[in-house]
């Protein structure tokens, strides 16, 4: 974990997976944001973000290429990755049934140590784009909050800027 500190990959707003943070550090975070802004006299907009199968959707060669990258994991670590990450499959089991295996071709595996970190290094370009307008933000886990204020009334303009940047990171 160190590591991804290190780097720059843990994004300090990052509420699970970190040791002395949990959902009440999350939630008070974004209480106290809103709170500031409100007590400024601005208007604040608040998105909740709850990537739905964050961790089945992840595509493992951008992945592996994020890693190298973003947070300078190369050689026999890398390759170490690539493997954990290949040739996995997944079956239905009810009762005493079960389904033919079913390759996976995308995801990291749930339930893991290791799953977290590497959803974190996956996301940081949501964190960036937060970052370049300047907005609040807040996660646990797959869920992200996304503060923004301004004085009022806020435009039209300044609303559908921060929203098409986001959807642009999200698909």
Not at 54 to 70: G, H, P, V, Y
Request: hydrophobic share 45%; glycine share 6%; charged share 15%.
């Amino acid at each position: 974990m160190t590591h991804f500190i290190n780097y720059g990959c843990l994004d300090k707003f990052q509420s699970a997976y970190r040791p002395g943070f949990s959902r009440e550090t999350a939630l008070l975070c974004v209480t106290n944001d809103i709170l500031c802004s409100v007590n400024s006299g601005n208007l604040v907009l608040l998105v909740l973000l709850d990537l739905s199968s964050a961790f089945d959707t992840i595509n493992q060669r951008m992945l592996l290429q994020r890693l190298s990258s973003e947070a300078g994991i190369q050689g026999a670590a890398l390759q170490w990755i690539a493997s954990y990450l290949a040739e996995r499959s997944q079956r239905v089991i009810v009762g005493s049934a079960s389904s033919e295996a079913v390759p996976l071709v995308c995801g990291v595996p749930q339930g893991s140590v290791l799953g977290p970190l590497l959803f974190s290094v996956y996301v940081s370009q949501l964190r960036r784009v937060i970052e370049r307008f300047q907005m609040g933000r807040q996660f646990f886990a797959n869920d992200t909050q996304i503060l923004s204020s301004s004085p009022p009334p806020p435009t039209r303009q300044w609303l559908g800027m921060r929203f098409n940047d986001l959807n642009l990171v999200l698909r």
